[in-house]
Each structure stands twice: as C-alpha cells, then as structure tokens.
C-alpha cells in the first residue's frame, strides 16, 4: 500500500515493470497536495505576514535546518535527507549559525531588560567589603585616573580581565560610591572603538555584557542612596 495513495491509476505505469507504482502519487501531485494544504490552512509566514509558499522541498530544507539547530551531526542529516555525501548538508549547519546569529541579535533588546547582568553584591565600602589592599579592583578611566572600584571576594587565582570580567561576577563586591558610571562610559567607549576595527562578535559581546551589568549595578546604587537620604533626618 503507497504511503500517498493517488486518486486514479496511472496509465503510463500500468504495464511493465513499473506496474507496482500506479497507484503512488506522483511527485507533482504531492507538491500540489501540500501546497492546497498550507492554503486552506493559511499559514502565514512570520517574517514577512503573508502567506506562505510552502512546496516539499522548502519542507525538506526547513527538517533539515532543523536539525541542524537542534545540533545533529551533519552524517545525520545527511542519513535523513538519504545523502550520500556529508558536502551537501554543510549550507544546512553554516544556514544554523547565520540564524542562530541572528536570534541572539534580535532576543538581545528584548532580554537585555530582563537579565539582570549583575551577580555580585553591592557594599557601602571597602570595610564593608572586607578583604585587603590585594583583592581591590582597579579601573582605568582615561582622564579620571585609576581608581578601585570593589573588591574580588574569590580566594582563587583568576585568569580573566578585570575590570571588564568582575561585574559579571559572583564574586565581585562593588563599593556604594566608587566611580562605576565611569568605568561604564569607558567600557561603552571601548566596545565602540573594537567594532570600529573589525573586532569579533564574542570580544565586544564581552563588553556589551559589561556594560549591561553596570547598568544594572548603576539602578541598584541610585536605589540604595535614595532609601538612605529618605531614612536620613
């Protein structure tokens, strides 16, 4: 039995030795199945808000796709489109960067304001901090100078950049009034500057994520301040 049943007999298979295949539908009847089927359905395109043009082999490179974003090794989709050879599926696996590329960019407005970047904890000031003279945070700001900024509350040896790295933290411990709009502005400059030479997505994705958090931090210090004037006489 076919798995797509034709309405009729085909005539031009009924003799020889395709004989066993009159009754499949043909491959111009599936892609007219499926296309009537998406138009009583109307199903719209997200993209553009039409309708869309659905034909088997667009369905055949979105499985594939699919796939891909799903992470699937390329020899397995080969086996499920019946490829032969693993250079044929490649435009699936590069077409998921492109769109993975491209989600993270347009999720990345509206997540911004829902991620708190910042997972270190505020303190009034170095005492409060704890910690010594060692485990301060430096921050160049240009024309500002060199100022501490917090303090790193890890006991372990850290490989990463501060102070770019330590507000996207756990372990930093940032001071109340030290200079964070500052090392914001820098971060901003410096981001801005990378982008204009030609630098990888990751290293300015590093500051953007920076800067994010100071944001963050920036709302959490005005918040403090202003419950301390209030208690204040």
């Known amino acids: 039995m076919p798995l797509f049943l034709a309405p009729s007999a085909n005539e031009q298979l009924s003799k020889g030795d395709n004989k066993a295949y009159t009754m499949h539908l043909t491959s111009i009847g599936f892609s007219e199945l499926v296309r009537s089927a998406a138009a009583k359905l ?12 659905v034909r088997p082999r667009r369905l055949r490179h979105t499985f594939a796709t699919n796939l891909a974003l799903l992470g699937v090794p390329a020899f397995a989709i080969a086996e499920g489109l019946d490829h032969s050879s693993l250079n044929t599926v490649a435009i699936y696996v590069d077409n998921a960067r492109v769109l993975q590329e491209r989600t993270d960019a347009a999720l990345a407005e509206y997540m911004n304001g829902l991620v708190d970047g910042f997972l270190g904890r505020l303190h009034r000031d170095e005492a409060a901090a704890g910690g010594s003279a060692a485990d301060r945070i430096y921050a160049d700001l240009g024309d500002r100078g060199i100022e501490a900024v917090g303090t790193c509350g890890s006991k372990e040896e850290c490989r990463l950049a501060p102070p770019v790295s330590c507000y996207t933290c756990r372990y930093f411990r940032p001071w109340l009034h030290a200079p964070h709009d500052g090392v914001l502005a820098a971060i901003d400059a410096r981001a801005d500057r990378l982008r204009a030479a030609g630098a990888t997505g990751r290293l300015v994705g590093l500051h953007a994520d920076a800067a994010r958090a100071i944001r963050n931090l920036l709302n959490e210090v005005a918040a403090t301040r202003a419950t301390e004037e209030a208690a204040s006489p």
């Open 42 to 53: 109307k199903v719209v395109s997200p993209r553009t808000g039409a309708l869309l043009h």
